[in-house]
């Protein structure tokens, strides 16, 4: 029980235990009942998983609210919560927090959608398999940020001028995805996919939804195992969030140096993903200016680390980052629907097919 109780990265370990079950909880009934027959994902399934998702991760605002009322006061870690007077104050504070990084998180999410889906063009993957492939990819996503954001808070908590790292490695992300925004990423000449092909049988085609088979190698004739080129879909995926938690990680601490803050949002972020990739991947052309909304975003946060030490005594309030990052998003997505509005797409290789470029590759 004692060991329960104790603080771990600020919060009772019963919290930290209470969130990872709760999460693959929902993976189980995703899976196990959603899912438990492959099939293809229309964009009205979609659109109604994407709703459920977005609704786990609105009222997991409501669970921040309570843990951080009651909890927090002894372990806080963010300034802004443990500076506030009132129990009510501090937990006010941590759901803006939250929602700004799920918020941001799930933007960067959303872009990564495009990457994804240039992925399974690639492969030929068929709509039936690609919430398998997403499906798995996501536990490696829960794995990987778990790391990265232990690391993160580690150093954080350390070092204070790793925000300052962070904060540069921002600001120069949204320049270059503004300067980079229609180019491709090469994923024929990929260097991890040469390397697999190289180092691994592959077979030419898919098997079904199986990431390996066996079968007799050419050469010996014995039965042997061969990955499918869904396994190599599957490491594309998993290399691309990786790529992406570079992005998205940096700008969640950020936001809040707050461990249980950064991976909850992060982790709700992600979780709806997959749902949303099958109502995006039709229609990304509709978000082209998103990604400049989206850059200018970064940048802001990147900036506010300094801003918050030469302007607000320590730290930009809550409540201001959260204006300004949803206003920001909302322009870009309502001045995206109205640019293409009646079928017209942006000018350039980006536009009208899935995958729109980004400034991350795969």
Same mark, same amino acid.
């Given at each position: 029980m004692d060991f329960l109780l104790s603080l771990w990265l600020g919060m009772p370990v019963w919290i930290w235990l209470a969130f990872i079950g709760a999460v693959l909880a929902i993976l189980v009934f995703d899976l196990g009942v959603l899912h438990r027959d492959a099939h293809e994902i229309g964009v009205k399934e979609s659109l109604w998983m994407s709703a459920l998702y977005i609704g786990l991760g609105l009222a997991w605002a409501g669970a921040i609210w309570w843990v951080y009322s009651a909890y927090a006061d002894a372990g806080a870690i963010d300034p802004s919560i443990a500076g506030a007077a009132t129990a009510s104050e501090r937990a006010w504070t941590a759901v803006q927090?939250?929602? /700004? @990084?799920?918020? %941001?998180?799930? /933007?960067l999410a959303m872009d990564n959608v495009f990457i994804i889906s240039m992925i399974f063009t690639y492969f030929a993957v068929p709509a039936i398999y690609q919430h398998r492939v997403l499906f798995w990819g996501i536990l490696g996503? =829960? %794995?990987?940020? +778990? =790391?990265?954001? @232990?690391?993160g808070a580690a150093l954080v908590m350390e070092?204070?001028?790793?925000?300052?790292?962070? +904060?540069? =490695?921002?600001i120069l992300? @949204?320049?270059?995805? =503004?300067?980079?925004? #229609?180019q491709q990423p090469d994923i024929a000449n990929n260097p991890v996919l040469k390397f697999l092909r190289k180092r691994m049988r592959v077979t030419d085609e898919l098997h079904g939804?199986?990431?390996?088979?066996?079968?007799? #190698?050419?050469? /010996?004739g014995k039965i042997v195992a061969f990955a499918t080129p869904l396994f190599l879909c599957l %490491?594309?995926?998993?290399? +691309? #969030?990786? %790529?992406? +938690?570079?992005?998205s990680v940096p700008a969640? !601490?950020?936001i809040t140096p707050d461990p249980f803050i950064v991976y909850t949002s992060n982790i709700f972020a992600i979780l709806g993903l997959r749902a949303l990739y099958f109502a995006l991947a039709a229609v990304v052309h509709? !978000?082209?200016?998103?990604?400049?909304?989206?850059?200018i975003v970064l940048i802001f946060i990147g900036l506010k680390i300094f801003l918050g030490d030469w302007l607000f005594e320590g730290k930009v309030p809550a409540s201001l980052s959260l204006g300004v990052t949803a206003g920001l998003l909302a322009g870009g997505v309502l001045y995206s629907l109205w640019k293409t509005r009646g079928g017209s797409t942006p000018q350039g290789p980006a536009t009208g097919a899935p995958g729109d470029g980004s400034a991350r590759t795969a």
């Amino acid at each position: 029980m004692d060991f329960l109780l104790s603080l771990w990265l600020g919060m009772p370990v019963w919290i930290w235990l209470a969130f990872i079950g709760a999460v693959l909880a929902i993976l189980v009934f995703d899976l196990g009942v959603l899912h438990r027959d492959a099939h293809e994902i229309g964009v009205k399934e979609s659109l109604w998983m994407s709703a459920l998702y977005i609704g786990l991760g609105l009222a997991w605002a409501g669970a921040i609210w309570w843990v951080y009322s009651a909890y927090a006061d002894a372990g806080a870690i963010d300034p802004s919560i443990a500076g506030a007077a009132t129990a009510s104050e501090r937990a006010w504070t941590a759901v803006q927090l939250y929602l /700004t @990084g799920y918020l %941001v998180e799930k /933007t960067l999410a959303m872009d990564n959608v495009f990457i994804i889906s240039m992925i399974f063009t690639y492969f030929a993957v068929p709509a039936i398999y690609q919430h398998r492939v997403l499906f798995w990819g996501i536990l490696g996503v =829960i %794995v990987l940020r +778990a =790391i990265m954001i @232990g690391l993160g808070a580690a150093l954080v908590m350390e070092f204070y001028w790793v925000m300052y790292i962070f +904060a540069v =490695i921002l600001i120069l992300t @949204g320049i270059k995805m =503004i300067v980079m925004m #229609d180019q491709q990423p090469d994923i024929a000449n990929n260097p991890v996919l040469k390397f697999l092909r190289k180092r691994m049988r592959v077979t030419d085609e898919l098997h079904g939804q199986a990431f390996f088979v066996k079968q007799p #190698d050419p050469k /010996t004739g014995k039965i042997v195992a061969f990955a499918t080129p869904l396994f190599l879909c599957l %490491v594309l995926v998993e290399i +691309a #969030d990786l %790529v992406f +938690a570079i992005d998205s990680v940096p700008a969640i !601490f950020a936001i809040t140096p707050d461990p249980f803050i950064v991976y909850t949002s992060n982790i709700f972020a992600i979780l709806g993903l997959r749902a949303l990739y099958f109502a995006l991947a039709a229609v990304v052309h509709r !978000f082209h200016y998103l990604k400049y909304a989206l850059s200018i975003v970064l940048i802001f946060i990147g900036l506010k680390i300094f801003l918050g030490d030469w302007l607000f005594e320590g730290k930009v309030p809550a409540s201001l980052s959260l204006g300004v990052t949803a206003g920001l998003l909302a322009g870009g997505v309502l001045y995206s629907l109205w640019k293409t509005r009646g079928g017209s797409t942006p000018q350039g290789p980006a536009t009208g097919a899935p995958g729109d470029g980004s400034a991350r590759t795969a």
